[in-house]
């Protein structure tokens, strides 16, 4: 049994309206996602930093009605997972589905927003995407700046839920501003830099604060985080996997695929179904032991101290 924290499979429901039961242009659809050994996966509301800031709110608003309407209320054996309660009734005939939100741009300046957001049932909150907002700036703007005054006010909020607050895509001061004030924190889909020398990707300082806070790191199938020139296979993503360990992350690793997120993709790791394919290749070059801490223990572990 697999867990994903990541991957952006609402989005591209919303923008371009797949058959989610089975598409080709989805990396992610209900056929592929039964023919998969994932049993709980992260969907992400991620919403496109070019719509105008006052509509952005509402297209968060649409994909959370799309991950209820499409993927929750028609599918008996898709469960939303919003508490620990509901992880450990999770029968192993069904599947879970745990809601997080991708960047704060969507609330602008507004608590409340964030609020009724979260009230949906999501349990991971990025503070930014690849653009600056008012909570923070991102990895990849120039004015590197860290959390604001309000994405303070931002974290405490997600400190008295009980949310995992995800560094991923945020900048270097924002990174440590919140291993400075959040609770739970999470970089959901991130890669080594040291492996692999892309922005994005988390440096040894980070990775040892991460380990240090108990936080949790999401290995991600983006190509270009796991190696600079094409082609991608899947053993360029064990560089990662042993650099991290090499790091102590071993409790703290987690995956977070970035399916549906990604355009190009790992040779043999195309799709959530391929997560077979990795899965007999880390049997190969891994103990029991390590990959089922990858796969599922560290995660879980960790969402126990939800509510
Ligand atoms: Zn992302």
New binding site residues.
């Given amino acids: 049994m697999i867990i994903d924290a990541?991957c952006?499979l609402l989005y591209q429901l919303w923008r371009y309206n797949y058959d989610l039961n089975s598409s080709e242009c989805l990396q992610f659809d209900l056929n592929k996602w039964r023919n998969s050994p994932v049993q709980i996966q992260a969907f992400?509301i991620?919403v496109p930093d070019y719509l105008p800031q006052q509509k952005q709110y509402d297209v968060a608003l649409q994909m959370i009605e799309i991950f209820y309407e499409q993927l929750i209320i028609p599918n008996q054996d898709i469960i939303h997972i919003k508490s620990k309660q509901d992880l450990d009734q999770l029968q192993p005939d069904q599947l879970g589905a745990i809601l997080t939100l991708?960047g704060c741009h969507p609330i602008g300046t507004d608590l409340n927003k964030l609020i009724k957001i979260i009230n949906y049932g999501v349990r991971m909150v990025?503070l930014t995407?690849?653009n600056d907002n008012a909570v923070a700036d991102s990895i990849m703007s120039a004015k590197r700046g860290g959390v604001t005054a309000f994405g303070r006010e931002v974290i405490q909020v997600l400190n008295q839920k009980q949310i995992w607050t995800d560094v991923?895509?945020l900048s270097i001061n924002g990174f440590y501003d919140v291993l400075d004030q959040a609770k739970h924190v999470i970089a959901?889909?991130s890669n080594a830099f040291t492996i692999c020398q892309h922005r994005r990707n988390l440096d040894d300082q980070q990775i040892k604060a991460l380990v240090e806070r108990d936080g949790l790191i999401g290995l991600t199938f983006v190509p270009e985080f796991t190696k600079s020139n094409q082609p991608v296979h899947i053993k360029d993503l064990f560089k990662h996997i042993d650099h991290f360990i090499n790091m102590g992350a071993e409790n703290h690793l987690i995956f977070g695929s970035?399916f549906d997120?990604i355009t190009e993709t790992i040779e043999g790791l195309s799709t959530v179904s391929d997560y077979y394919r990795l899965q007999e290749q880390m049997e190969k070059h891994y103990s029991q032991s390590i990959i089922k801490k990858i796969a599922r223990e560290n995660f879980l572990k960790r969402f126990s101290h939800q509510r």
Wanted: aromatic residues 14%; hydrophobic residues 20%; without cysteine.
């Fill in positions: 990541h952006d992400a991620f991708e990025g995407w690849n991923s895509h959901s889909h970035d997120g």
